[in-house]
T-cell receptor, first 114, second 116 residues
Framework: NAGVTQTPKFQVLKTGQSMTLQCAQD?????MSWYRQDPGMGLRLIHY???????DQGEVPNGYNVSRSTTEDFPLRLLSAAPSQTSVYFC?????????????FGPGTRLTVT | GNSVTQMEGPVTLSEEAFLTINCTYT??????LFWYVQYPGEGLQLLLK?????DKGSNKGFEATYRKETTSFHLEKGSVQVSDSAVYFC???????????????FGAGTQVVVTP
């Protein structure tokens, strides 16, 4: 199993550009989520999905869109990049909403917006 | 709302020293508690977890006990190695609300640097 994969690893955008961060998992997990990591703030939830066709907002959703057309893929779209979106983005997946499920994280995408 | 507070870093230690990272939480329901570790250039990995009061999670020489009376989940290791240098995140998942599909609430992270 490859686990959770993310592409690209690094990206530089100019303000106003759009792009899609890719995330895929091969563990047949129902639940997937996107986090951003900023210094001193830990990880904050952007959007999440509890299954194909179902998405919802997390703590910091503004400026981002998601879709979940398949169980495997959960892309994150930046509609019009802003410098405040400079961050490291992590995708995660998990099998269950059981008592103490584990989230599996991808290696991250480091995004810089100039 | 739920929150997690961790001690600020960086924490710098010599090899074989004792490590403690404090973590306290507030939660409205009955949270499960986690420690995740992030090695340089990598994503987060689950280090250990505890699902109810007085549970002790342990892995790779690390331990943490779920203390409901003090709302704490401090991470400890008796003898650290250079390879333990990483950022450690305390997190909770509140299972006690209808919206609790398992969202993780993270602390800010504590960087640990172990020198030879």
């Amino acid at each position: 199993n490859a686990g959770v994969t993310q592409t690209p690893k690094f990206q530089v955008l100019k303000t106003g550009q759009s792009m899609t961060l890719q995330c895929a998992q091969d563990m047949n997990h129902e639940y997937m989520s996107w986090y951003r990591q900023d210094p001193g703030m830990g990880l904050r939830l952007i959007h999440y999905s509890v299954g194909a066709g179902i998405t919802d907002q997390g703590e910091v959703p503004n400026g981002y869109n998601v879709s979940r057309s398949t169980t495997e893929d959960f892309p994150l779209r930046l509609l019009s990049a802003a410098p405040s979106q400079t961050s490291v983005y992590f995708c995660a997946s998990s099998y269950s909403i059981g008592e103490a499920y584990e989230q599996y994280f991808g290696p991250g995408t480091r995004l810089t917006v100039t | 709302g739920n929150s997690v507070t961790q001690m600020e870093g960086p924490v710098t230690l010599s090899e074989e020293a004792f490590l403690t990272i404090n973590c306290t939480y507030t939660a409205t329901g009955y949270p499960s508690l986690f420690w995740y570790v992030q090695y340089p250039g990598e994503g987060l990995q689950l280090l250990l977890k505890a699902t109810k009061a007085d549970d002790k999670g342990s892995n790779k020489g690390f331990e943490a006990t779920y203390r409901k009376e003090t709302t704490s989940f401090h991470l400890e290791k008796g003898s650290v190695q250079v390879s333990d240098s990483a950022v450690y995140f305390c997190a909770l998942s509140d299972q006690g609300t209808t919206d609790s599909w398992g969202k993780l609430q993270f602390g800010a992270g504590t960087q640990v640097v172990v020198t030879p």
